[in-house]
């Protein structure tokens, strides 16, 4: 045979044993491999894992999965707080903290959508490394909102009854926050 239709051959033997193996499995361990060294590889693994049919091995989809995921706890932690802002058995001054936390709240959720729109911007950029940059700067943004409110409730005057109810929801958005900033800077390797 010439050889190169033997080259061929290999590649196409290639292909098709890679398309046989991209099973759900295959994704799974995708998704568990790109955990692995992220800043909570537990948390990672378990809000990224539902989507690894659709991330497949797509490192650029996996960062879109784990800002979107993201944008959902920042929206379901504001939707918490601002509830118990309404309640009226707290004080002006917990008030007060709760009010500058959803002020952080949406300002992290801006950042966040200003992050996955530079993201969906990617592909077709002739610049990759400044969009890279770029969504590592509103990621980085959103963090630090997410800590800032944080901040807010180690004050002592705030009660620890909204302390126990709130803290773990927030602590919870800037692990996945944090996540996903470790996953936006992996593409950039
Ligand atoms: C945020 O949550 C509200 C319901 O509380 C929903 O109507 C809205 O679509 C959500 N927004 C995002 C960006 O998830």
Redesign the pocket.
């Known amino acids: 045979m010439e050889p190169k239709f033997l080259i061929i051959l290999f590649l196409a033997t290639i292909v098709l044993a890679q398309a046989s193996s991209s099973s759900q499995n295959t994704y799974s361990t995708f998704i568990k491999t790109s955990c692995n060294a992220a800043t909570y590889p537990t948390v990672c693994r378990k809000t990224l894992l539902p989507y690894a049919a659709a991330v497949k091995t797509s490192p650029l989809r996996l960062v879109n999965v784990a800002l979107s995921t993201t944008?959902?706890s920042a929206?379901?932690t504001?939707?918490t707080v601002s509830q118990f802002a309404k309640t009226k058995r707290i004080t002006k001054w917990e008030s007060a903290v709760l009010k500058d936390c959803i002020e952080n709240l949406k300002d992290s959720?801006a950042e966040i959508k200003s992050s996955l729109k530079a993201i969906s911007g990617l592909p077709k950029s002739t610049d990759k490394s400044f969009v890279i940059s770029n969504a590592q700067t509103w990621t980085s943004a959103a963090i630090t909102d997410e800590n800032t409110c944080l901040d807010g409730f180690s004050d002592r005057k705030v009660s620890p009854a909204i302390k126990k109810k709130l803290r773990n929801s927030i602590v919870s958005l800037a692990r996945v926050s944090s996540n996903a900033l470790y996953l936006i800077n992996h593409l950039a390797v």
């Open positions: 944008l959902k929206n379901a504001l939707a959720m």
